[in-house]
């Protein structure tokens, strides 16, 4: 049972636009979500985290939403850049608990 | 130094060998992890070591070891590998405190098993 989904393997944009990658969890334990974005060949790198006491929470290009009511998080990047294209991966965490439960990633693809 | 490093970037080895991978950090993190990646999957976390003691074995098989002989590096000693083993084997570090916190993950070891 995956308790972290990104039902959109894929998703493609043009340059200068937003990017929007969702992710739902079903664990109401989860109370720390982060992203991680992967290039071909790379391990995860970290990009932005959001704690549960929070609902947005920005980084420069980056922003994270997450509703707990409905058990959903989002990254937005604006504007895209050819260079974010890269899986993306959401990752959640419980309290007192040292794994990362990661989501199965989005392919992002901006195109010039 | 925020980088985590792993060798060797590839490693063919057949199924009677016995190899290791190594991760080595600098940024004074005393949480490390073994993660484990197959193609088109999340990765999957394998062991936890907090302050050079195994905190977290997910029921690994016992042919995949690990070590830690300092805070700063992490080893895994792999014997009797099967193909299906054959991923993408990522290694990570964090602060310490009682939660999984922003890890940093090394560029991984891809491995195959023949």
């Known amino acids: 049972d995956q308790q972290v989904k990104q039902n959109s393997p894929s998703l493609s944009v043009q340059e200068g636009r937003i990017s929007i990658l969702n992710c739902d969890y079903t664990?109401?334990?989860?109370?720390?979500f982060l992203w991680y974005k992967k290039y071909p060949a790379e391990g995860p790198t970290f990009l932005i985290s959001?704690?549960?006491?929070?609902d947005k929470n920005e980084d420069g290009r980056f922003t994270v939403f997450l509703n707990k009511s409905a058990k959903h998080l989002s990254l937005h990047i604006v504007p895209s850049q050819p260079g974010d294209s890269a899986v993306y991966f959401c990752a959640a965490n419980e309290m007192g608990r040292r794994a990362l439960t990661f989501g199965s990633g989005t392919r992002l693809q901006v195109q010039p | 130094d925020t980088e985590v490093t792993q060798t060797p970037k590839h490693l063919v080895m057949g199924m009677t060998n016995k190899k290791s991978l190594k991760c080595e950090q600098h940024?004074?993190?005393?949480?490390m992890y073994w993660y484990k990646q197959k193609a088109k999957k999340p990765p999957e976390l394998m062991f936890v070591y907090s302050y050079e003691k195994l905190s977290i074995n997910e029921s690994v098989p016992s042919r995949f070891s690990p070590e830690c002989p300092n805070s700063s590096l992490l080893n895994l000693h792999l014997h009797a590998l099967q193909p299906e083993d054959s991923a993408l084997y990522l290694c990570?570090?964090?602060?310490?405190?009682?939660?999984?916190?922003?890890?940093?993950f090394g560029p991984g070891t891809r491995l195959t098993v023949l």
């Open positions: 940024m004074g993190h005393r949480a």
């Open positions: 664990n109401s334990m989860f109370d720390y």
């Open positions: 990570a570090s964090s602060q310490e405190g009682p939660r999984g916190n922003e890890q940093f």
């Open positions: 959001i704690s549960s006491i929070k």
